[in-house]
């Protein structure tokens, strides 16, 4: 039974991702995961200078799912070369490095730095961080996603993953800017604007006002920004958002995704990729499908 998948030259042995920001940088859950069953995890977004983040509280758990508003919490590059990149290496599993950064010169000098280290595979770019001089993330405008894409390839060799935000009306011209500027893989999506209210305060629950929402609460649309992505590009798609289980990574690989990613599970269940790997390998036995690339964007419409 074959369950080994590609994203441009990174192949991972199973579909299964680890979001970035819900996974440190490996180290930290090494002792709770067992990393067999991961195809590959995703680092929390470096920016070019540390950060240390919004204010607390920073996050907001609902019935369903979470608000967060980290903002962007990272040793920055240095740090991250300095103290995460050699243990990051060491752990027996493929791991994705996410960027971020609030204007294009950001985004090169990080992914130029980045291309001498061989030990790296593949990058994620975070665009759901907000352009200083436009006062919109990246990823919500198509002509900031297509000059920011098309100057990282020429920056880099390795698998370049854009992850795309949810937050937009027509999120297929930003999925298709990004593929026509040379994106290997696209990765959707990142969290949902949210806000929660105290109602004794009369204040926000969060220290930065409003967040992103994830979880359960965000898979039905999530699902649903996965498929229309999926379907109108060519390069592979990692889908996205409240999944928590088996059905849920089906669900995803049914509507066009090649590989999924486990974000909120991570922050209760670190080692939900080896239910969820146990439960594709039945639901394929039973089916008699001997690849789970057949199951892709199998969808009966
Ligand atoms: C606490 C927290 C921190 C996150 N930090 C990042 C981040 O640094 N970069 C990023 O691209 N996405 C970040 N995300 C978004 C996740 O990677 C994922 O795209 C999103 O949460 C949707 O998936 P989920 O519903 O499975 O969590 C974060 C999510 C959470 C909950």
Known sequence: MNLTTKLGNLSLKTPIICASGTFGYGEEIKELVDFKNIGAITTKTITLQPREGNPAPRIYETDYGVINSIGLENPGLDGFLEEKLPKLTELPVKFIVSV???????????????????????????????NIKMKKMFSQNKELTYNLVKSLR???????????????????????????????????????FAIAIDTETKKPYLGSIYGGYSGRAIKPLALYKTWQVAKNVKVPV???????????????????????SLGTVNLVYPNKATDIVKGIKDYLTQTKIDDINKLKGALIV
Do not use: H, M, W
């Not at 937009?168 to 990142?190: H, M, T």
């Open 100 to 130: 971020g950064g609030f204007s294009q010169e950001d985004y090169e000098e990080i992914v130029g730095r980045l291309e001498t280290k061989n030990e790296i595979e593949a990058l994620e770019v975070n665009l759901s961080c907000p």
């Open 238 to 260: 990692i889908g996205g958002g409240g999944i928590e289980n088996t059905n849920d990574t089906l669900e995803f690989i049914l509507a066009g995704a090649t590989a999924v």
């Open 154 to 192: 020429s920056l880099t060799k390795k698998t370049l993953i854009i992850k795309l935000t949810p937050e937009v009306s027509d999120i297929v011209e930003i999925a298709k800017a990004a593929e026509d500027a040379g994106a290997d893989a696209l990765s959707a999506v990142n969290t949902f």
